[in-house]
């Protein structure tokens, strides 16, 4: 969480102040609402990886910066930037790094410890006496480590649906602009299917399904119309 932006990321990335502007100010007046200063809003060069827009809010304490990939700054309008940008603000805003944090490893926890508890009988169901910390175990432990993934996956990806859930209805009462969000959102379906079956998503979807999340927001726009 320290080490990320100062050590980690710029490994990958350069790391530019954005140039003033009108997505500048957009950027500062997000930044405020989070606490964090305005020289720790910066542009990255995310197109050497990916042609997506996206942004993100990493670091905790005077760590923390908000960067924009500079296919943000190039394809999306300003509004998009603005609840994009908004969205991730939510998740360190409302502390989800955190929840992750003390949610997961006691997650991890019970996973192992059922793991230990469970690989004796099933070793015996299948025939074999191989013990845990034997090399020869690994066919059961696989066995019961694909088993216990597939119950846990529908619980880890629920925790991280209800955060982005969460993070957009942060963006869609700080910033307002739901139009923005609901097409930043529908440019996703190029790489992610935007209308899966319920089990579809409560197994392989970390986020609402597009279909959903635009639909949350065009509703935010109908209870709370702009003032003309």
Known sequence: LLAGPSLIEPLFNEYKPV?????????????????IPHDRIFMYDGSRQSDRFTANVSGIGPAARIAISDVALKEASLAEVRAVTGHEAGHYKLGHVWRYVVI????AMAFFYLLNRLFAPTARALGSDARLDEPRGLPVFAVVGSVLGLLVT????????????ESDQYSLKTVNEPDALATALVKTAEYRYPRPSALQEALFYTHPSVEKRALMAMEWKAAHPKAP
């Open 154 to 165: 529908p619980l880890t990806n629920t925790l991280t649906r209800v955060g982005e859930t």
């Open 19 to 35: 140039p003033p502007g009108e997505v500048r100010t957009a950027l500062e007046q997000i930044a405020d609402d989070v606490g």
């Open 104 to 107: 997961f490893p006691l997650l």
